[in-house]
């Protein structure tokens, strides 16, 4: 086997969003793309000599040719080894824990997560370091200089492996195991959660719906929710991967899942509903009649997790990003341990979880999970809800409607304007910093603001510092509004609004959620000046 090295030139743009490097597919297929950046990866990580890592990815347009790519590369830069799932369909969270199982150096997650998929739409590659976790900025900016610099790539000249396969073979030197990543998985679930409970859950009749969205839960739902736990065949829909996810959008929230909220709101509605995403790291959950926000989901499950076997002990400490609503900080507060508050993006939870700080970390952006990886989980989310369930012999309705009565509810609501002019929306976040000097005191909308300011985050475990993260302006009463552009976007900007308003303890926790997040949202468009500034102020998706 002869290493060939390639000469080229760097490609701009190659930054890492808030996830990895995420573009439209055709700029990923175009030569040299998706090459300068797994080796400007190999590069910043001091080279591939000896080391092991995991590839696959969650099925989209372009999976197959980017994996055999990989593998190749790897062989080019002297791995030693290669594990790849078969078919090379591999969860983000699967990922993370064949990482970790593995004692690897790193992996490449192919997915960009909930976006659609196709050659018309959106690809990603995602590197995560030996902690199962996705690389920390440290890292990321390390890859994207070698990026700016790069003049040469190795690779293989050899045929592409069978993935279809469970088994070994090689390159020269390096090993390839294509392995079933779902079973290893499933080990690590039963390690977690009480499978007999929630077997004796769904034996009781039990009634349940996970829509896969066409994405890659599909093997591991079924797998798990219908051959192991016993519900009914057909309670997975949508549970074969697709290469363009049916033409869907494969992000679970009330817009994109909305054939699961239809079913959920009618009369007839299963026990629960939930779903997940492109990758498999977002979770939906809803009862009948009754939507979970991914902060009050967060909140629940912390509250009530010792009711499962993995958490009995009790948890270190629960995380959030910072546009999470606080409705897990009153959990932790109740619980008498640590709370912390993150800039958005899962690889801030990294150190936290390394440094045994907390236990439980989650997401207003429908991401939930715990220091059984280093990924968030949507699997996980759904099964630790089923183990509650299970103890506790209540709707999920009940359960949220009982968390409310003990620690108020934290009405929220997140509003994203899409494909917004970049220029257009730099300019409005500039205006916002411009006003942090004045704004307290100021009245808009019948609310007074009480403190105005830009997220900035020190990491307590190693000391960095991540700086605008965010605006974030509050007013008196319990409102906060955050302003934040995405990292996440393949187009133009878009422009998020996050809106809270707390009810307290004793208050009213029946009121529908856009009437009670009224005046928070009319002080953020008066004091933003949106419709002027980005020509805006109908969102394209609420959640
Ligand atoms: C990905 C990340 C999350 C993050 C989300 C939203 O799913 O894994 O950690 O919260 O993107 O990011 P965005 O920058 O688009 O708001
Ligand atoms: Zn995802």
């Known amino acids: 086997m002869k290493i060939e090295t390639i000469k080229t030139t760097p490609i701009d743009g190659q930054m890492p969003g808030t996830s990895g490097l995420r573009k439209k597919t055709r700029v990923f297929m175009e030569p040299r793309y998706l090459e300068n950046f797994i080796q400007a990866t190999f590069d910043a990580i001091g080279g591939g000599t000896g080391k092991t890592f995991i590839v696959g990815g969650d099925g989209r347009f372009f999976n197959k040719d980017a994996i055999q790519t990989i593998i190749k590369m790897a062989a080019g830069n002297g791995a030693a080894g290669v594990i790849v799932s078969q078919n090379g369909i591999l969860s983000t969270p699967a990922a993370s824990h064949l ?318 304007f899409e494909a917004v002019e970049t220029e257009k929306a730099n300019k409005m976040m500039q205006d916002l910093r411009g006003q942090f000097g004045e704004l307290v005191g100021q009245s808009h909308a019948g609310l007074t603001v009480t403190s105005a300011d830009e997220f900035s985050y020190l990491d307590p475990v190693d000391g960095s510092i991540s700086k605008n993260q965010g605006v974030r302006i509050a007013f008196d009463g319990g409102g906060r509004a955050v302003f934040r552009l995405s990292g996440t976007g393949t187009q133009g900007a878009t422009v998020r609004l996050y809106l809270e308003q707390y009810s307290g303890q004793g208050g009213d926790i029946g009121l529908d959620t856009q009437t009670a997040l009224q005046n928070v949202r009319d002080a953020a468009f008066a004091i933003s000046a949106m419709e002027a500034t980005i020509g805006r102020i109908v969102p394209d998706v609420i959640t």
């Open 99 to 416: 990482i970790r199982l593995n004692k690897a150096d790193g992996g490449f997650i192919l997915s960009a997560s909930h976006n659609p998929g196709g050659i018309d739409e959106d690809f990603g590659v995602k590197f995560n370091a030996q902690n199962g976790g996705p690389a920390p900025e440290g890292l990321t900016a390390k890859i994207f200089d070698a990026t700016t610099s790069i003049e040469q790539y190795k690779t293989v000249d050899v045929d592409d492996v069978d993935l279809s396969s469970i088994g070994t073979t090689h390159y020269g030197d390096m090993q390839i195991h294509v392995v079933d990543a779902v079973t290893d998985y499933q080990a690590l679930m039963e390690t977690l959660f009480d499978f007999a409970a929630i077997r004796a859950l769904f034996a009781s009749g039990f009634t349940m719906r996970f829509d896969a969205m066409h994405a890659v839960t599909g093997p591991y739902a079924t797998a798990i929710l219908e051959q192991t736990l016993g519900a009914a065949a057909g309670t997975v829909v949508n549970g074969i991967p697709l290469e363009d996810f049916g033409k869907g959008h494969p992000d679970p929230n009330p817009i994109w899942a909305k054939d699961l909220m239809d079913l959920m709101m009618s009369d007839a509605s299963p026990d629960i509903g939930a779903a997940s995403d492109g990758d498999g790291d977002r979770n939906m959950i809803v009862g009948h009649g009754a939507y979970v926000t991914p902060s009050d989901s967060l909140a629940i499950l912390a509250a009530n997790a010792h009711l499962a076997p993995a958490y009995s002990d009790g948890l270190a400490g629960i995380a959030r990003s910072m546009p999470t609503s606080a409705a897990s900080d009153r959990v932790a507060a109740k619980l008498g341990i640590g709370s912390y508050e993150t800039p958005t993006g899962w690889k801030f939870f990294g150190n936290l979880l390394d440094a045994g700080k907390v236990t439980i970390c989650g997401e207003e952006s429908a991401g939930t999970g715990s220091s059984h990886v280093r990924e968030k989980d949507g699997l996980w989310a759904v099964l630790l809800w089923l183990n509650i369930l299970a103890m506790r012999k209540q709707s999920v309705a009940d359960i949220v409607a009982d968390h409310w009565n003990t620690f108020g509810r934290d009405y929220y609501s997140r509003y994203d």
